[in-house]
């Protein structure tokens, strides 16, 4: 019999948090796992700090050229958002969009928080029908295909340089996911923060108010919570660091004292922690612009724009199934 959708998840969590925790030598836990309730909202404080440019970059992008995005997918029908944010920037492509024909937007998201909070911000908008789809983005995209009616493109979103989060090769990998369940003319805008120098990506990784390092910490606040663990989040220091060899910054999550830690939930008695040890818990990779066109064009995209914000160096690339 299928397991219900929340125990599924639950027990998913449980097996990653134990495969994390005693993966030697350096622990990690999934980046995923930031965004529960607390997760997702202090992610949309960092949205707002000034350190953290990226989100006011694709903002400012899709401002100045959503209309011209737009005119260049064609009229669109279905509209579909892997990871639906706060519904902030998407609000305004999907105006651009119903000013041609009425519309249907698919947010995809995991965490159910996050899909409410976009279905408030973006219910009510003129000629845009809003239906949330709690799936992991392939499973949801697939879903959202199947609705199609017509031979209208379908447009996927891909915003906020999520694709930052996976490897590289994972990258590439994801975009011909993407590009298999499309069909030649839809379209694909994705957003990826560019490479910029050390100290600007260790402040906005690592701000002066302390709200990165609360949501780092709140991953082990969630393994409390949701696991039953006795972590003392005091013990851990939040870290920003560059990793030159990937051109991106990892967060981390250092042990200060020798402890051991309780995770009844996930099967571990005992994790124990030297004074000094990390715990691995976000990659962001930073591309240069021709590279995220030569990524797509591994995936069976070709280009058919790309825009940049020269305030902070931010991509913004429309891509078209080929
Ligand atoms: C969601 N993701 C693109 C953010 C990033 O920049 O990698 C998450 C984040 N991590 C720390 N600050 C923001």
New binding site residues.
């Given amino acids: 019999m299928p397991q219900p959708l929340a125990a599924a998840h639950r027990d998913a969590y449980a097996t990653d948090v134990y495969a994390g925790l005693t993966h030697s030598p350096q622990k990690e836990l999934p980046s995923k796992y930031l965004y529960d309730s607390i997760g997702s909202s202090l992610?949309e404080v960092?949205t707002h700090l000034p350190e953290?440019g990226?989100t006011r970059a694709e903002e400012r992008i899709l401002q100045s050229h959503a209309d011209e995005m737009c005119s260049r997918v064609g009229p669109v029908g279905l509209v579909a958002e892997l990871g639906s944010g706060s519904g902030r920037k998407t609000r305004l492509l999907l105006q651009a969009c119903a000013r041609h024909r009425p519309i249907t937007y698919y947010p995809i998201e995991i965490s159910p928080t996050a899909l409410a909070q976009c279905e408030g911000e973006l219910a009510g908008l003129a000629s845009v029908k809003v239906v949330g789809l709690e799936h992991d983005y392939l499973q949801g995209l697939q879903e959202a295909a199947a609705q199609r009616t017509d031979e209208a493109p379908l447009w996927v979103l891909f915003l906020?340089?999520?694709i930052?989060?996976f490897s590289r090769t994972a990258a590439v990998r994801f975009l011909r996911g993407i590009r298999k369940l499309l069909r030649p003319g839809d379209a694909l805008l994705f957003g990826a923060?560019l490479e910029k120098p050390a100290w600007q990506l260790l402040t906005a990784?690592d701000d002066p108010l302390g709200v990165?390092a609360s949501?780092n910490l709140n991953m082990l606040g969630r393994i409390n919570r949701e696991l039953g663990a006795n972590f003392d989040l005091t013990n851990f220091k939040h870290e920003a660091r560059i990793n030159g060899k990937e051109r991106a910054v990892e967060?981390h999550l250092r042990a200060m004292v020798n402890h051991d830690v309780r995770i009844p939930g996930a099967g571990l008695p005992c994790v124990t922690f030297t004074a000094g040890e990390t715990i691995w818990t976000?990659i962001?990779h930073k591309y240069q612009a021709e590279e995220l066109i030569d990524m797509a064009g591994h995936a069976g995209f070709t280009s058919a724009g790309q825009w940049i914000d020269p305030q902070w160096l931010f991509a913004e690339t429309l891509l078209r199934a080929t």
């Fill in positions: 992610f960092i953290y990226l906020g340089s999520t930052g989060n923060d990784y990165t949501f967060m976000e962001s």
